[in-house]
């Protein structure tokens, strides 16, 4: 009795194995047969053939069932999740879903996985499959945002390594995951922010509902509004008052510090815009956290570097407005020179007096004796 079941399992497996086998083969050269089978794995599969992953479906397709659960470690169980991945193979449109991915699935995956998250956003990066990533990298070069910035399209600018704030999107997108993380400097950490980028960006063209007549440009949520502020106020004959400037233009823009690099600097840049005669000078800032006047104003540089990434434009938006605000009130201009020399400086500004403080006086004995010695004692900056 257990032999003739066994048998009749059997039979089943093969008879499913050879329909899916047919209606694969059945499919255009579309090239997704000569991916392997790993390409077409997500994070939540399970009961995976892993002595499978590695060759392409093309190879697989070529073996009888009786073969291929004849490899080590691969029974029963293995085969039905091996079935699982060849039905998602053969019901995708690849032109329209590339990669096997429908709309909508990368928010799914999303939240399925928001419990193991190791980022404040909820991101996980060791959940991402070749697949997945694939797929955001085709609607990123369909969208035609491949040379914008990783910095100007990120979540927040706190997890993304500074010194790739301004690298565009298309230095990743020709790679797999595995090239990728083969990268000099790209460690897990690096890796995880940028594929946050690329799933956030996936995920806001994705569930757009686009017109052929309208096009979908994306930019950091404070960018739009604040511009049509600004276009207005410009155009307008009216000169808006300095708490009207500062609730429109200030506030947009600590909150994205907020967001980019955190509370701490953005309660320093709002006191620094403050418009009442108790805003705290810089003495007083460094002394309320615990660090030096070089450190308040390292961090309050930060600010400009945020805008630098964030909202480039904002320099020559803000200009005209400067220009319509001279000779008005002095509170008014305060406020803008101030907005303006903190979020867009006209240079990089020299070192404050509170570092070349740190520096001992260089003498021209101790230069010369430094030369001789070779003592590192004649500079210390």
């Not at 009749?8 to 899916?20: A, S």
């Not at 479906?57 to 085969?79: C, D, H, R, Y």
């Not at 007083?284 to 450190?295: D, L, S």
Request: glycine fraction near 6%; aromatic fraction near 6%; proline fraction near 6%.
């Amino acid at each position: 009795m257990a032999r003739k079941a066994a048998l009749n399992d059997q039979y089943r497996l093969v008879g499913t194995y050879e329909r899916l086998r047919r209606t694969l083969l059945d499919l255009p050269k579309d090239g997704r047969l000569d991916k392997d089978l790993s390409f077409w794995v997500l994070p939540t599969d399970r009961r995976l053939p892993i002595a499978f992953l590695d060759r392409s479906l093309t190879e697989l397709l070529s073996q009888p069932l009786e073969e291929l659960m004849a490899t080590p470690g691969v029974g029963q169980k293995k085969i039905l999740g091996f079935f699982d991945l060849m039905r998602r193979v053969a019901k995708v449109s690849f032109q329209e879903a590339p990669f096997g991915l429908a709309e909508g699935d990368t928010p799914r995956l999303r939240a399925e996985l928001n419990e193991q998250a190791s980022s404040p956003t909820g991101f996980v990066a060791s959940a991402v499959s070749e697949a997945l990533w694939a797929g955001w990298q085709e609607t990123i070069r369909r969208s035609d945002l491949a040379e914008q910035s990783l910095g100007r399209l990120a979540p927040t600018l706190r997890s993304l390594p500074t010194v790739i704030w301004h690298t565009p999107l298309s230095a990743y997108t020709n790679l797999t995951l595995a090239e990728m993380r083969g990268l000099r400097t790209h460690g897990e950490k690096r890796v995880q922010a940028i594929l946050e980028v690329f799933c956030t960006t996936h995920e806001a063209i994705s569930t757009a509902a686009l017109h052929e007549n309208l096009d979908l440009q994306l930019a950091p949520r404070f960018i739009p509004r604040l511009t049509r502020w600004l276009t207005e106020v410009v155009w307008s004959n009216a000169v808006p008052e300095a708490d009207v400037l500062h609730d429109k233009l200030v506030q947009p823009m600590v909150q994205q510090v907020r967001i980019d690099l955190g509370d701490q600097v953005a309660d320093l840049a709002t006191d620094r815009l403050r418009l009442d005669a108790e805003a705290p000078s810089v003495k007083q800032q460094a002394e309320a956290i615990g660090v030096t006047r070089a450190r308040v104003y390292q961090l309050l540089e930060d600010c400009a570097k945020v805008m630098d990434v964030r909202w480039p434009e904002g320099r020559w938006l803000i200009a005209p407005l400067v220009t319509k605000y001279a000779g008005g009130s002095p509170r008014s201009m305060g406020l803008l020179h101030g907005v303006r020399d903190l979020f867009f400086p006209e240079a990089r500004p020299a070192r404050h007096t509170s570092d070349r403080l740190l520096e001992p006086p260089k003498t021209a004995a101790a230069g010369r004796g430094s030369r001789r010695s070779g003592s590192k004692t004649g500079r210390m900056g």
